[in-house]
């Protein structure tokens, strides 16, 4: 018979990640062919180049929404990560789908912890249209102090985003509020570039972005900038 795991490999093929068929229907979203596949045995969580399965093809594609409940229903594993650290709800936050499947991933038990490239998760859901994803994430255990070198926890990004609902969530939610990041900026003389290193917190962002409202919360919750911290020496 057919070899429905077989791969588009060749000098020619146009796909450069070596997916099966189940991988290219679910590229192209083609539910029926993916439905035709999967009952005839498709391995719904093979990976191709790159680590990639049909559940993440499913995820770069925004309105795959029927593909990825099919897929998640025929057991397509919603932790596997790409070899870049992309994993099922990092792309669906990232690729905005609807609130429905996010919640689907996280119910059917996607780590809201797992690593991403340079940030948490959890930073994408600081800057959700609304906060209710970050709430479910939260309850399911979120690291709201989780930071990656050279980046923002998540208080840091709502606040340069001007969410206040998000920064009074993680904030009464147990955010540190006054964690700080070092970050790396490149200043230009007329003779040579210089790195210099900036040492910021939420509060340093919120002013820098002239985000009012957002810097008498944190003011209230007791936030202060890099350098009131230093000379306190706390």
Known sequence: GVD????NVGSNSYDSR?????????RKGHIEIVKLLIDEGADVNVKYNGGFTPLQD??????????V????????????QSDRCSSPLMLALWEHF????IELLIVKGADVNANAVS????????????????KLMLTKGADLNAVKPGNTTPLMHAAINNKTDRVRLFLSSGANVNAWTRLKKTTLTYTKSKEITLHLTALDFAKKHHHNEIIDLL????????????TEGT
């Open 4 to 7: 429905v795991d077989a791969r």
């Open 18 to 26: 070596d997916r099966t068929a189940l991988g290219l229907a679910t």
């Open 58 to 67: 499913a995820l770069l594609k925004r309105g795959n929404d029927d593909i």
């Open 69 to 80: 409940e099919l897929l998640v229903e025929k057991g397509a594993n919603v932790n596997v």
């Open 98 to 101: 609807s609130e429905h499947i």
């Open 119 to 134: 940030f948490p998760i959890l930073n994408i859901a600081a800057i959700w249209p609304s906060e209710k994803i970050a």
């Open 219 to 230: 003011r209230s919750w007791g936030g202060k900038t890099w350098e009131e911290l230093k």
